[in-house]
């Protein structure tokens, strides 16, 4: 049934609008996505007794954790000159970029109410997500920005680089978000199956050792560059502790970006009207 004519600048009930249209209307909230994820932020952790510290003890003991297993008891460094730093680098991104999957994957679910009763432009709710984890990642960066300090590799100009490397992350988790809010959506067991596919992107990204040191054969080693968490892991590292870089890294990194986020959004507006429905 068409509710109004096209030609007018108006859509088709049940249709996306255009675009252009669509990206205006979501820019023109762009406050809700940043202060709604802020209050949840402020909220977190104030009926514990150390409050908001817990945003920077939580990294801290999850890389003690880790380094005690991979390094102490399994010494998997195979040369790696700051393993500390190699391993915060590996551990927080990979976290910060799994937890965009995971929210996305709930966050049509659990403000269902919201959709429902709200008129506005549905991707907002997996945008605020990014910005979200995005912000809560930030006392985990200043944990591994002084573990790589403390450890023994000092400031080096070339962390500049780090700033559009996290853009770049943010952007592509954007694209991720977007697929994994209508998949999440559509089959509610994925987050079950979600979990257990994270447990092999974790040792298949190289967040926890050196993968080239125990990868020779350029045909494996060109496997991990297809896997985007493992591009944007390498090129961390090369700019915050000077690891060696591919050229091929980036390329796919950049390649994934471009595609997920156009890909992710259409994907996701092609549902559009059905969210909060089912």
């Known amino acids: 049934m068409e509710l109004r ?8 009930l049940g ?12 820019w023109a909230r762009r406050e809700f996505a940043f202060h709604l994820p802020m209050a949840d932020l402020r909220t977190q952790n104030l009926d514990k007794a150390l409050g908001q510290l817990w945003h920077l003890l939580n990294p801290a003991f999850m890389i003690a954790v880790y380094y005690l297993v991979f390094k102490v008891l399994l010494d998997v460094t195979r040369g790696v000159e700051n393993y500390i730093a190699f391993l915060t680098i590996g551990i927080l991104l990979f976290t910060l970029m799994m937890r965009v999957v995971t929210d996305g994957l709930n966050c049509m679910l659990k403000d269902k109410g919201l959709i ?7 991707a907002l709710m997996p945008v605020t997500t990014v910005v979200g984890q995005t912000l809560a990642f930030l006392p985990s960066a200043v944990v591994m920005l002084v573990a790589i ?26 694209g991720v978000a977007f697929i994994t809010a ?7 067991d994925l987050s079950m199956v979600v979990q257990n596919v994270s447990r092999l992107l974790f040792y298949a ?11 020779d054969d350029d045909f494996y080693l060109s496997l991990f560059n297809i896997n985007p968490i ?17 050229v091929w890294t980036v390329v796919w990194a950049v390649g994934w970006t471009v595609f997920l986020v156009p890909v992710g959004l259409r994907f996701f507006m092609a549902a559009e009207h059905n969210y909060g429905r089912q």
Not at 5 to 12: A, K, P, S
Not at 151 to 174: A, D, E, K
Not at 233 to 245: D, K, N, Q, V, Y
Request: hydrophobic share 45%.
């Open 205 to 215: 990204s190289g967040a926890l050792f050196p993968v080239s040191r125990f990868v």
């Open 116 to 122: 429902l009763s709200v008129h506005f432009p549905r």
């Open 149 to 174: 300090v403390i450890t023994g590799s000092p400031p080096r100009w070339q962390w500049i680089f780090f700033i559009p490397i996290f853009g770049l992350i943010t952007v592509m988790n954007l």
């Open 15 to 26: 249709q996306s609008p255009p675009l252009r249209q669509y990206l205006s209307d979501l």
């Open 5 to 12: 004519n096209e030609d007018d600048g108006l859509i088709e």
């Open 230 to 246: 493992y591009d944007v892991l390498e090129m961390s590292r090369w700019a915050l502790i000077g690891t060696e870089l591919s």
């Open 182 to 188: 209508r998949a999440g959506h559509a089959v509610r």
